[in-house]
């Protein structure tokens, strides 16, 4: 598989399989990925709780968000949740200010979900949650700030990639069949000196 066609199968998906149960070892591989991303200043402030425990996973599953733009939907479908998370906290004792290092969040989220995919396995990022109810719920210490949840598990769901409409709209759709619809823009609408014949 080359690197294109990694990134396309890395969509966000809403629905896995829940007989596939993701090992504490494969999670550690993606945090080993995480390890070796770049930093802001090399501060290196992320750190990370992981959970393939089906107790703990019940903690935090009811405290995501998923999906706002369907909200006719209850996502995950009953019988289709995640069989892990990773819940990326800031270490508040080396960067005082979360907010400073947002960047690295990105990045390694994103490292991560590419590095599940090598596992047969694929996730999602959730940014629609309550910090302070995770941080009870999993007994985190004060200067441990949550800041995005990966939830992850193999994908029991398709997406697919389209055009963008004629009309512009650029939300994404679910048909009948479960199956997700996400408009991507153009290459040429992208590049903004696209029509230029050369580059400076």
């Not at 998370?85 to 947002?102: G, Q, S």
């Not at 599940?116 to 719920?137: D, R, T």
Request: glycine content about 6%; proline content about 6%; hydrophobic content about 35%.
């Amino acid at each position: 598989m080359d690197f294109l066609e990694r990134v396309k199968l890395n969509r966000s998906y809403r629905g896995f399989d829940q007989e596939r149960k993701v090992t504490k070892s494969e999670l550690e591989t993606l945090v080993e990925l995480a390890r070796f991303c770049p930093s802001s200043i090399n501060f290196q402030p992320l750190k990370y709780f992981l959970s393939c425990d089906p107790k703990t996973n019940e903690k935090i599953q009811p405290l995501t968000g998923w999906a706002r733009r369907l909200p006719h939907l209850k996502l995950p479908r009953e019988g289709h949740n995640p069989t892990a998370f990773i819940v990326i906290c800031a270490d508040k004792n080396i960067a005082p200010n979360p907010e400073r290092f947002m960047k690295d969040v990105g990045i390694v989220a994103q490292t991560m979900l590419l590095g599940s995919i090598e596992l047969g396995l694929g996730g999602i990022m959730i940014g629609n949650f309550n910090a302070g109810k995770v941080s009870e719920a999993l007994s985190l210490e004060a200067h441990l700030e949550p800041v995005l949840i990966l939830a992850l598990g193999k994908p029991d769901e398709e997406v697919r990639l389209v055009e963008v409409p004629e009309d512009g709209d650029i939300g994404y759709t679910r048909d009948e069949e479960n199956i997700t619809y996400v408009p991507k823009r153009s290459k040429e609408e992208l590049i903004i000196n696209c029509k230029e014949e050369k580059f400076n």
